[in-house]
């Protein structure tokens, strides 16, 4: 059975603006029915839109986001958490989103997520996205951008029109699909991509409507591409055109120039576009890796429209010939992993065997299975070391203010649904080998949240500090994957980590409201959830 991708590519979408909201505001978890690609069902959706609107503040600002959780719908999921993909939660553990960090929210009940933004590694005007963080709930709609903005733009000069900034609009390329996630029986494979919440599909409606981003002759615009895609990966190019590459995951990185961009489920780059070619319609092109690819009749793509042209589909061919390489990206500030430019120059070491044994994913042999006690609840209540922390055998501990290297073999999983996304909550870190190269860089390697793990003889190698105490999820991106077990934790300073964080009696409510639910009141089929 088939669901639907997503890529928010936010831009600027002039005369078709939606008004921001945040840092302080109410997030109405909501049900309901929409046709982002002509087909009719019922989605999971932040105050009733798709993507969900966008959030955004200024650094140093403190968010106050009172998630409200009006679900109805029992076929899919009614609990609901939320994720604020990339920020680091100092502090904040409690606030992470996920099920590690948290008890879900409740049907009919609201829960406030209270969490400051200060400068993250001296990262300038951030871009993120957040999600749900249950089960494969965001596959069925719950997700959407959210931007810090820093007065101090080092790129400032480099372009005339920030899309957020000016427009309050938001582009995200997102796969999607025709069934509830909880429906879908064997392989998930998307039915359409989406751009800005909009899309075709094969033997669909011809005539359903796709994203149209206006630019004017002569100006320049940043664009912020995020994939809220819950598999695919996507190949993204603008026909006619190239694109500087300025922000990577959040990090801003020296201007790199491309014409095409392989983009993984939730990763983020923003890059700035010169509107210097004739006037009239470009195609906008996200071809997936899997499903229906191609772009016939106008699946997988929107349109760049210059004030001006007609109101028609482009005619325009793809023209790329220079794709984006991560070996190309080095960070803007404090270029340089941590740790000794030797393989051996860290502090913990950790090879990480990515595995596949009767459906399920397996990392050193083990499958993620989600604790019936948050992994943060546990520490709280005293247990601190790795032998007696749930799940057994996928929790790590690590010490405080220590270098840790993490290197991902996935020669026996490369194949099954690769290359697969890892992303590690409340870190970003120093990719000193990727996806495609052999050589280990610790000058200034590109600074990201996610990584591709890459092809069978890879092995991608990630470095960064522990200076955020905290249980971290560290997991596949790829949803379907994560619900079949593709995930540890790193319990980062264990014994510190009630000081660090301490937690709000609302978070102390959620479990045991969510624990007195029935099958019935926990909708998709009951049962535990990641």
């Known amino acids: 059975m088939n669901f639907v991708t997503a890529l928010p590519l936010i831009a600027q979408l002039i005369g078709t603006a939606l008004a921001a909201i945040g840092p302080v505001t109410d997030l109405h978890v909501v049900n309901k029915f929409i046709q982002p690609d002509g087909f009719n069902r019922s989605y999971i959706l932040a105050e009733g839109v798709f993507p969900g609107p966008l959030i955004s503040g200024q650094k140093g600002d403190n968010f106050q986001i009172n998630v409200i959780n009006e679900l109805t719908n029992d076929t899919m999921l009614l609990s609901t958490s939320i994720h604020w993909h990339g920020l680091f939660q100092e502090g904040t553990n409690w606030a992470d989103g996920a099920f590690i960090n948290q008890c879900p929210i409740a049907a009919g009940n609201s829960f406030l ?88 599909y094969t033997n669909g409606p011809a005539t359903a409507p796709l994203a149209v981003i206006s630019v004017t002759l002569g100006k320049r615009y940043r664009f912020r591409l995020v994939s809220i895609s819950c598999e695919p990966n996507f190949v993204f190019s603008i026909d006619g055109h190239t694109f500087t590459v300025i922000e990577v995951d959040g990090v801003s990185h020296d201007p790199v120039v491309a014409d095409s961009i392989q983009i993984f489920a939730s990763q983020r780059y923003s890059f700035v576009l010169n509107a210097n070619q004739i006037v009239g319609n470009y195609w906008i092109r996200a071809n997936p890796s899997v499903g229906t690819t191609g772009f016939t009749g106008g699946i997988n793509s929107a349109i760049l429209r210059y004030v001006g042209a007609p109101v028609a589909d482009p005619v325009t061919v793809s023209t790329s010939v220079n794709p984006l390489l991560e070996t190309s990206l080095h960070p803007l500030v404090s270029p340089g992993a941590p740790g000794s430019p030797t393989l051996s120059g860290v502090d913990v070491d950790l090879r990480l065997v990515l595995g596949f044994n009767a459906g399920s994913f397996l990392v050193n042999g083990v499958k993620f299975v989600p604790p019936t006690v948050p ?69 200034n390697p590109i600074r990201r949240d996610t990584v591709s793990t890459g092809a069978a003889t890879d092995n991608v190698t990630i470095r960064f500090t522990t200076n955020n105490a905290g249980p971290w999820f560290l997991h596949c991106h790829i949803d379907w994957h994560l619900e079949a077990g593709f995930a540890i934790v790193l319990a980062e300073d264990a014994p510190g980590v009630a000081a660090a964080n301490p937690t709000t009696d609302a978070w102390n409510d959620l479990c045991p409201i969510y624990d007195a639910l029935t099958s019935a009141e926990l909708g998709g089929g009951g049962g535990p959830t990641s």
Do not use: E
Not at 387 to 407: D, E, F, H, K, R
């Open 113 to 200: 997520y209270n969490f400051n933004v200060p400068d993250q590694a001296g990262v300038m005007y951030k871009t993120f996205w957040y999600h749900s963080h249950l089960a494969t709930q965001y596959c069925d709609g719950l997700r959407g951008p959210l931007v810090v903005y820093d007065p101090q733009d080092p790129y400032l000069s480099l372009y005339d029109v920030d899309d957020v900034c000016s427009s309050h609009s938001r582009s995200p390329i997102k796969d999607s699909s025709d069934v509830p996630a909880p429906l879908i029986v064997g392989a998930a494979t998307s039915d359409a991509t989406l751009i800005n919440g909009l899309g075709r």
């Open 375 to 443: 992994v943060l609840l546990q520490i709280l209540s005293g247990a601190t070391t790795a032998a007696s922390l749930l799940p057994a055998g996928s929790v790590y501990t690590l010490p405080l203010n220590s270098t840790i290297q993490l290197s991902f073999d996935a020669s026996a999983v490369a194949a099954i649904g690769g290359p697969h996304p890892f992303h590690l909550h409340g870190h970003n870190f120093d990719v000193v080998r990727p996806a495609g190269s052999t050589t280990y860089n610790y000058v």
